[in-house]
């Protein structure tokens, strides 16, 4: 089947939605996601951010659909045409969304973990508005322990459930979930403290905000001080890859998390064991740096990236004198006379 989006084709099989087909093609067109995880079934349809405007439905029936669509959980159609990143109506709904997902989140950034890795963060840099027309008190949830490695921000949530398919489809018991309902509605546990799996620490990685971080790394540095490097292990732990990616400060390995791809998803999960406890650069193969497919804070004038010369352009009068300076105070090579020294 061939799809159109943005203006740009591309053939796929049927049963693809269209947002797996704008990843096929990449670039600007691709729909922001917050709930939505190509590796865990059942996720997507939640947050509404991916919506785009399909203005040809397909060869057999060219109507275009009257509302947005969820790209995630949209199927393409031969012949379709989509308008993502050059919609007008789908700009305005992004911000929208943006703003109704700002509504009771709360402006920690300074002091959240996830800060310079957090997808709300990119959706707000680009949807989001300087103002809020919300007058009201925001929502707040007491805090609450669900487990010795993990700590639950609630006040953060956007109820994205990646954390609950994790547990679905990773362990044999799933303990925690969505409890309540309307804007009383939280991730938490029947009793506290309950989370206690070999791949629970896998909900930190799929966690799009700072609902759900690591209490080993909590406070200790931000992203961007870490450099991070791709490492691996023969793990024996049944289901882990044992591929990782260790985010080091100087010699010390600070954090330790999944391999994650440009839309930020994981390529393959990983236990508690390599997650937590294998924090020696001896019990690992690193084998080089981590390279970022875009841009973000983490990878702003990373040592990872190539800089190309800065060649400024000046009018040779403005730096007349200068040249003959720079020969007596930095050039060594060039021996001084006698009356230079004086």
């Not at 707000?124 to 639950?152: A, M, V, Y």
């Not at 966690?207 to 200790?220: E, I, N, S």
């Amino acid at each position: 089947m061939k799809v159109t989006i943005d203006g740009q084709s591309v053939e796929v099989e049927p049963g693809t939605t269209i947002l797996q087909a704008a990843r096929m093609i990449g670039g600007e067109s691709v729909p922001p996601a917050m709930c939505y995880y190509s590796k865990l079934k059942g996720t997507g349809g939640k947050c509404r951010c991916c919506l785009v405007e399909v203005s040809k439905g397909s060869e057999a029936d060219p109507r275009p659909m009257p509302k947005l669509m969820a790209s995630c959980v949209t199927g393409c159609m031969d012949g379709m045409e989509v308008n993502s990143k050059n919609s007008d109506r789908v700009t305005e709904a992004r911000k929208a969304v943006t703003e109704f997902l700002l509504i009771n989140h709360p402006l920690d950034c300074p002091v959240c973990d996830q800060a310079g890795e957090c997808n709300l963060q990119d959706l707000s840099f680009e949807h989001g508005k300087p103002e809020t027309r919300f007058i009201e008190e925001k929502r707040t949830f007491e805090p609450e322990n669900i487990g010795d490695k993990i700590q639950l921000h609630m006040n953060r949530c956007i109820l994205c459930q990646r954390c609950v398919q994790v547990a679905e489809q990773l362990t044999d018991d799933r303990v925690h979930g969505v409890l309540n309902r309307g804007d009383h509605a939280q991730i938490s546990t029947c009793v506290s403290a309950a989370i206690d799996n070999e791949f629970s620490g896998n909900m930190i990685d799929v966690c799009p905000v700072g609902a759900l971080t690591d209490k080993t790394f909590r406070f200790k540095s931000r992203v961007w001080f870490n450099k991070p490097f791709n490492a691996h292990r023969e793990c024996t732990t049944p289901g882990c890859c044992g591929k990782t990616t260790l985010w080091m400060f100087g010699n010390e390995i600070q954090r330790v998390t999944g391999r994650k791809d440009q839309y930020g998803e994981v390529e393959d999960f990983i236990c508690n064991t390599c997650r937590f406890d294998k924090k020696e650069v001896s019990d690992w193969t690193i084998e080089g740096p981590k390279k970022f497919d875009k841009d973000s804070v983490i990878n702003q004038n990373n040592y990872t990236r190539k800089t190309e010369k800065v060649v400024i352009n000046t009018e040779e009068n403005i730096l007349q004198g200068r040249e003959e300076d720079r020969k007596k105070i930095s050039m060594a090579a060039i021996p001084l006379k006698n009356n230079d020294s004086k």
